[in-house]
């Protein structure tokens, strides 16, 4: 008991030290783990911020490439250049539907212009078409192809605006080109905001789109006055992520200024998430370490402790204390004791039954040997042979006779087994003799399927089924009757003997009577007088003592309809 004792605190004691070891690498793990995805948070973060202010630059780039194409399209138009071209004020009224038409085709193309101004040679404005008007701004840097302003604020409702300027030529006969004047397209900033949007995910990150002068076209996020620094030098700060780059045709600058920290707070929920897990994972791995003692370490002893009592009692069994695996084997190992405890229960009746169906195959073997010439049947087929020998010549006497002699031949040998050829062989003697006695009022027929003949059964199966046919189903009744014998496959490994006669049946009380009988070992019920039930007693008798379980028998009756007898056999004796 001591010794028990002692293992079970050692058990104890290795179970705390795997929890606490456990318990630390869980936390440092844990700690690496944050470190771990600080540090790819942090460089995702920046790659990310990087990726998408160069997508913003593209976009700025393309957008700005988009507003040059549209003005090709708008000073290259023979709209425009007619309408430059012609100083009279009629013919200019007149080409003016035509210049509408384009504004309202570029307008449609591109929902952010605002107006259209055509200004002559003189720089005098000749023409406007759009919802907004604001002068010429002196503030176009032009390239020689084309300028773009700064930024324009409406002053009534805030909104900002900015003008691009590109010169009209027209080609003369000499194929020198003459400047006819300029046209101004007025933008909104919603295109510009929308790039400026994408770069701000929270309002801690600013970003803008700036003029040639640092005047603000388009913002997003909060401005700290410190951000004017980064701008205006490009300083560099640990606390900060700054992008900054200028666009080539417009001289703007698109500007992103990314606090580090603002990347911090999904690393805090990360990192208060893993410190919730942790304390989470210990106080699960200690409930689990207590409950597998209490589950598993318990009943193994327990069920040492029966093993080894068991040899001093083999008739307690195990105690089923858990609902769970153990307790389902311990039902389990009882049930294996039970099913011990019973089959050797059955060793014993088995060996004691073994030896009754011995001595009761030694007597049923010989009442069968006994039995086998029936004194009755005997008397009427040699009175038969008299009757025939007054009326009819020596061949017919000689012919019954073999056959009679042959039927007491097989009868009498002393094999225990034969083949169905002999059997059938047999039968066809016997069927003679009926025949020749009752005058061909009665008929045996006999079928036997080619691949059975070669099969073995014992012997006195068939036959005693077939006198019983003829003795009790067809000589009672007054017409002709028929005996039909057949030996036929049934699946595979079985044979199906049937003999079926057409006489006068049985009422179902009769037949019921009669099954209860022929499958009862009672001695005084199997050995008894009654008519029917002495020969197909000894048939099911013999069955069983041979075959056991494996074999089938089945008798069927209905009145003035006749009787059935079916055996399934095994083809082969030692399956």
Request: glycine residues 6%; hydrophobic residues 40%; charged residues 25%.
């Given at each position: ?103 309202g085709a ?52 805030g ?8 010169p ?59 951000y004017?620094?980064?701008i ?33 707070n ?9 410190l ?129 002699s ?31 006695r ?10 036997a ?24 189903g ?36 009769e ?5 209860i009988q ?7 019920l ?15 008798r ?5 075959y ?18 079916t ?9």
């Amino acid at each position: 008991m001591n010794r028990i004792q002692k293992k079970k605190s050692s058990l104890l004691r290795t179970y705390i030290t795997i929890v606490a070891v456990v318990c630390s690498i869980l936390f440092l793990s844990f700690m690496l783990i944050y470190i771990i995805i600080n540090k790819w948070y942090m460089n995702e973060a920046e790659q990310s911020a990087q990726a998408r202010f160069l997508q913003a630059q593209e976009k700025a780039t393309e957008a700005e490439t988009n507003i040059i194409n549209l003005y090709s399209t708008v000073t290259s138009s023979d709209a425009v250049i007619s309408y430059l071209k012609t100083s009279d004020l009629a013919e200019r009224t007149q080409r003016l539907n035509d210049f509408s038409q384009l504004t309202g085709a570029v307008m449609k193309i591109n929902p952010d212009v605002e107006a259209i101004m055509l200004y002559d040679a003189a720089e005098q404005l000749i023409a406007t078409k759009g919802p907004l008007f604001f002068p010429r701004q002196d503030s176009i840097v032009t390239n020689g192809m084309y300028g773009f302003s700064g930024s324009i604020t409406d002053k009534e409702n805030g909104y900002t605006f900015f003008q691009v300027e590109m010169p009209v030529y027209s080609r003369g006969n000499s194929g020198s080109y003459n400047k006819l004047g300029s046209a101004v397209l007025l933008f909104g900033n919603s295109g510009i905001q929308d790039i400026v949007d994408t770069l701000s995910l929270n309002e801690e990150i600013y970003s803008a789109v700036l003029d040639q002068n640092g005047n603000m076209l388009a913002a997003a996020g909060t401005w700290r006055e410190e951000y004017r620094d980064f701008i205006e030098g490009q300083q560099e700060n640990g606390k900060y992520l700054v992008y900054i780059a200028r666009l080539d045709k417009s001289g703007w600058r698109i500007v992103n200024l990314v606090p580090k920290n603002s990347f911090m707070n999904y690393v805090n929920q990360i990192q208060t998430i893993n410190l919730f897990t942790y304390f989470l994972v210990a106080a699960a791995l200690i409930a689990i370490c207590m409950l597998m003692y209490n589950k598993v370490v318990r009943p193994i002893r327990r069920q040492m402790e029966f093993v080894v009592g068991y040899t001093r009692d083999t008739n307690q069994r195990i105690e089923v204390a858990e609902n769970n695996e153990f307790g389902e084997m311990a039902e389990k190992i009882n049930e294996m004791l039970d099913g011990l405890e019973a089959l050797n229960k059955q060793i014993v009746e088995g060996e004691r039954k073994y030896l009754e169906l011995d001595y009761a195959k030694k007597q049923t073997e010989m009442i069968a040997y006994k039995g086998q010439i029936n004194p009755h049947f005997m008397y009427n087929t040699l009175e038969c042979i008299r009757g025939m020998a007054l009326y009819h010549e020596e061949k017919e006497i000689a012919k019954l006779t073999g056959s009679l002699s042959k039927l007491f031949r097989y009868n009498v040998k002393g094999e225990e087994l034969v083949s169905v050829k002999e059997v059938v062989k047999n039968l066809k003697e016997y069927a003679l003799i009926i025949d020749y006695r009752f005058m061909g009022k009665f008929k045996v027929v006999i079928e036997a399927e080619e691949s059975l003949l070669q099969v073995f059964l014992p012997k006195m199966l068939v036959q005693p089924l077939v006198e019983n046919a003829v003795l009790h189903g067809l000589e009672p009744k007054m017409d002709r009757g028929e005996v039909n014998v057949r030996f036929a496959e049934e699946q595979e490994e079985n044979m199906c003997i049937t003999v079926r006669d057409d006489g006068c049946g049985m009422e179902s009380e009769e037949l019921e009577k009669l099954r209860i009988q022929i499958k009862s070992y009672d001695e005084e019920l199997v050995y008894g007088t009654d008519k029917h039930g002495i020969g197909l007693s000894n048939v099911y008798r013999r069955i069983c003592l041979f075959y056991g379980d494996r074999a089938d028998f089945r008798i069927e009756s209905e009145i003035d309809k006749g009787t059935g007898v079916t055996m399934i056999l095994p083809k082969r004796m030692g399956d």
